[in-house]
């Protein structure tokens, strides 16, 4: 098999004065059929730019200025716009990082399935149906009619993404760019999608374009492998020489940040509980016509937190931890059960718990500015505006920001910076508990490490415990003293995080560790 797409000294313009000229730079790259070529890197390194500039979707502020890019032997870059809408879809599909973006909430998924077809006049109406759940079947969604007349809010994040694929696969093109598939998707969900592309990459022989920061999904997919840098390749080579014998500094650096499997050795706490939590349930009534069955999203969940202890709570997507985490804040009322605080039953009073969220830009409101967001918490709580800023001043410096950052809106800060006012705005009411709501997930690795020290650091300065809630085992590994393991609204297993990662007792808890990615690798290369 050949070259599929071939990219040749590519470099991208970025807009006005921002730190550097190009979003990359003489950028050189081969793809061939039935090949994963795995692009690594920060953000901000042009691992998305080269990809949209593959794929014709270059935002308009951004400008090629120099090189080629070659699906068989057609230049894209000389195309117009009809001929790159005639090639996508037929020649060239993109899986994008976030389905339920990507989808429109306003049709059902079928109907944008077959869309695929008709935008190209492919097939009749009904012969589009057929093929459209016959590729439903292919990438293994149980039920291919029901997953048809849905609207993607209906279905999980595993099930909406493999409904992209499907939609990328509708054509066979010869050429599939995945921009970070994986990155929202908990470890059993990650593993069967990536086995699902091995599968229909080897059936269908389709070159791939695999974007990623995640080591573990490279050592999985890859056969080769691309480290970016500030818009520059710094080292390319086959996934087992980058791997196992990195050359480059930057690329040393990117294993170095990735998480460990194996727990290092932590305090043992007494069980002297500071938070104590008994029967906590939330259910909803069914949206079924005529059905009194309530859907259990929490069940019965108790479990304690020492003074200075971080419990991580994992677990597949939808089995309850992110409504445990809005329970414990009272973001949504719980249906039955108790919270204790040193002993007392607390209310809705929670200035003594706050929370850390998995999306800072969505959680940060973008009208206000930094200085403003921060001190809020801290005049409705009765101090004085000068007060209020100062301590505001205060909180930048301990989360690694400056005062120049007071008066600008979130969107001027990177997601790691957005991530740092998230704490800043925590720790402001001085709470005794932070719950974390998967507060590192859309990092990079890199970015991820920085975030995840600085916590553990904010903990042991201010005597903090911490409920930290994650899909990443590998995170929960470094910074969880104990693990309480959840499933289906109910916790199924807890213990200490090094009794559970060696010697899990559920078959569900054996079955998360099995799925993580890379293990074997990552091992290696820590020995």
Request: charged letters at 20%; a positive charge; proline letters at 5%.
């Amino acid at each position: 098999m050949g070259p599929v797409a071939t990219i040749r000294n590519l470099s991208v313009a970025l807009p006005g004065a921002g730190d550097r000229i190009l979003a990359a730079e003489n950028v050189n790259l081969t793809l061939e059929a039935g090949k994963t070529v795995c692009i690594v890197g920060e953000s901000g390194s042009g691992k998305s730019v080269t990809a949209f500039a593959l794929a014709g979707l270059l935002p308009k502020e951004l400008t090629v200025t120099s090189g080629e890019i070659r699906l068989s032997d057609v230049n894209l870059l000389q195309l117009d716009e009809p001929a790159m809408r005639r090639l996508r879809g037929a020649k060239i599909a993109m899986i994008f990082q976030e389905p339920m973006t990507a989808l429109n909430p306003v049709l059902r998924c079928g109907d944008q399935l077959t869309e695929v077809f008709a935008a190209h006049k492919r097939f009749g109406v009904s012969e589009r149906r057929e093929r459209a759940i016959a590729l439903l079947t292919e990438v293994g969604l149980p039920d291919p009619e029901r997953a048809m007349r849905a609207f993607p809010h209906q279905l999980s994040g595993g099930q909406r993404q493999r409904i992209m694929i499907a939609m990328a696969l509708a054509l066979e093109p010869a050429l599939i760019i995945a921009d970070e598939p994986t990155t929202a998707l908990d470890v059993t969900t990650q593993a069967q999608i990536l086995s699902l592309l091995k599968e229909l990459q080897r059936r269908h022989g389709t070159a791939l374009m695999f974007i990623t920061h995640d080591f573990g999904v490279v050592s999985e997919i890859a056969d080769e492998v691309v480290v970016m840098r500030r818009g520059k390749i710094v080292e390319t080579g086959s996934a087992d020489v980058v791997l196992r014998s990195p050359k480059h500094d930057y690329t040393l650096a990117l294993l170095a940040a990735v998480p460990s499997m194996i727990p290092p050795d932590r305090l043992d706490f007494a069980r002297n509980p500071i938070l104590t939590v008994k029967g906590l349930t939330k259910s909803y009534p069914s949206r079924r016509l005529f059905s009194r069955h309530a859907v259990h999203a929490l069940k019965s969940a108790s479990f304690e937190l020492a003074a200075g202890e971080t419990l991580g709570i994992v677990g597949e997507s939808g089995s309850g931890k992110s409504t445990l985490g809005r329970c414990l804040m009272r973001l949504v009322e719980p249906t039955a059960g108790a919270i204790f605080l040193d002993g007392v039953s607390i209310g809705k009073d929670r200035k003594a718990m706050q929370m850390v969220f998995q999306d800072p830009f969505a959680s940060l409101n973008p009208q206000k500015t930094v200085a403003q967001i921060i001190s809020e918490g801290q005049i409705v709580q009765g101090a004085s505006r000068a007060t209020a800023l100062a301590r505001t001043v205060e909180l930048l410096g301990l989360v690694g920001l400056d005062e120049t950052a007071l008066h600008r809106k979130p969107k001027e800060f990177s997601g790691g910076q957005r991530q740092r006012i998230g704490l800043a705005r925590a720790l402001a009411l001085n709470p005794r508990i932070l719950v974390a709501d998967e507060p590192v997930s859309a990092l990079d690795v890199s970015m991820q490490a920085q975030v995840l020290d600085l916590m553990q650091n904010l903990r042991a300065q201010f005597g903090l415990s911490m409920v930290f809630i994650t899909h990443d085992l590998r995170v929960a590994a470094q910074v969880c003293d104990r693990i309480a393991v959840m499933q289906h609204g109910m916790i199924v297993e807890t213990g200490i995080t090094q009794r559970v990662f060696a010697d899990p007792q559920h078959p569900y808890t054996k079955s998360l560790l099995a799925a993580v990615p890379g293990q074997v690798s990552s091992n290696r290369s820590a020995q």
